[in-house]
């Protein structure tokens, strides 16, 4: 008798476990915040009873005060003026990083690279159109191993013109900051993203895996194009598209797009036209689609097969000069159009 009101009662507790947690997602709305911070815009979506833009926009302050070359109080900027050559945590963290993928990418990748964007017209600093001596002298202090961080937390220059730009990694570890705390206010679905670099986890508002969509690249520099590529389905990773469609000028009737050689001092002129990547983290994610970038199609797909925890998605221009895609296998799981 009892086994049988046991059959009975099973359906009908699962019916109420059930009812009650779907009660208690509802009873936690979704907050969305959004605001302006590294040169670019930031939205945040979360799911918490109470709003933390305040505590967010702390956390985004301090990746500010350490990584940001346009503030003149930073710990980087210090570091570029020679007035402190102190690493904080975040800087240290952000160049050991920085430093593997650049031994790997046999200097494609680079975070010194500073001189030779401001001199092509794209940092933080504006100067003349550049000629092949400029670019020469300039080389001469451009080069991860020309900067090192000793064991007392403290930068070494083989010159003191050496600049760090953090540009292309800054981003995504911001986005990973923002993930980090709202993850330690117990937080289980949220995506944040800033300038294009994003985080997400558990689902979205409609209980689904968050949805981001891949521009399609055509020239755009006022970034009024809003045409997708594609749309990726993901959860619990980091995402970062690099691309040229959007920074660049012509001169002489001639592109220049913003992602720089650091090994040759130009601009590059792959037929990538955009690199996507997914890893655990989207720091990593934001420096392996510059460095993928700079490799081309062909490097890229090299260092991809090494590292089968990333996955990339790559649009590109044929010999026709009509867009093509490259995914890597892991990457076809997001992709739903």
């Not at 508002?205 to 997708?228: C, F, T």
């Not at 993928?292 to 490097?299: E, Q, R, T």
């Not at 090299?302 to 590109?316: G, K, Q, R, S």
Request: proline content about 4%.
């Amino acid at each position: 008798m009892n086994q049988r009101n046991l059959k009975w009662q099973l359906p009908f507790l699962a019916i109420l476990i059930i009812g009650t947690v779907l009660i208690l997602r509802k009873q936690a709305p979704y907050q969305t915040d959004e605001g302006f911070v590294f040169g670019t815009v930031y939205k945040i979506t979360y799911q918490s009873k109470e709003n933390l833009k305040p505590e967010i926009e702390a956390e985004l302050k301090k990746v500010d005060n350490s990584l940001s070359p346009f503030n003149k109080q930073s710990v980087i900027t210090h570091i570029n003026n020679n007035t402190d050559l102190r690493a904080d945590s975040m800087l240290a963290y952000i160049y050991k990083m920085a430093k593997g993928i650049s031994e790997e990418t046999q200097g494609a990748y680079d975070i010194t690279v500073a001189p030779l964007v401001n001199a092509w017209g794209f940092g933080f600093k504006t100067q003349a159109f550049p000629d092949s001596a400029k670019i020469d002298s300039i080389r001469e202090i451009v080069g991860y191993k020309k900067i090192r961080l000793n064991d007392n937390g403290t930068f070494e220059k083989t010159d003191p013109r050496i600049m760090l730009d953090c540009s292309s990694i800054a981003k995504g570890y911001g986005v990973d900051c923002v993930a980090r705390l709202l993850a330690s206010k117990g937080i289980r679905n949220f995506m944040v993203e800033i300038g294009g670099e994003v985080v997400t986890k558990g689902e979205n508002p409609k209980m689904e895996k968050w949805k981001i969509g891949i521009n399609r690249p055509v020239d755009d520099s006022l970034a009024v194009n809003q045409e997708l590529q594609t749309i990726l389905e993901i959860t619990d990773a980091g995402m970062a598209t690099s691309g040229n469609y959007r920074n660049f000028y012509y001169k002489d009737g001639k592109k220049y797009a913003h992602t720089i050689d650091p090994r040759t001092g130009y601009p590059v002129q792959h037929n990538i036209l955009s690199s996507t990547v997914i890893a655990d983290n989207c720091a990593k994610a934001d420096a392996y689609a510059t460095a993928f970038m700079v490799l081309g199609l062909d490097s890229a797909k090299v260092i991809c097969n090494a590292h089968p925890e990333l996955d990339a998605y790559f649009i590109y221009t044929d010999d026709e000069g009509k867009l093509q895609t490259y995914s890597t296998e892991g990457m076809k799981r997001y992709i739903r159009k």
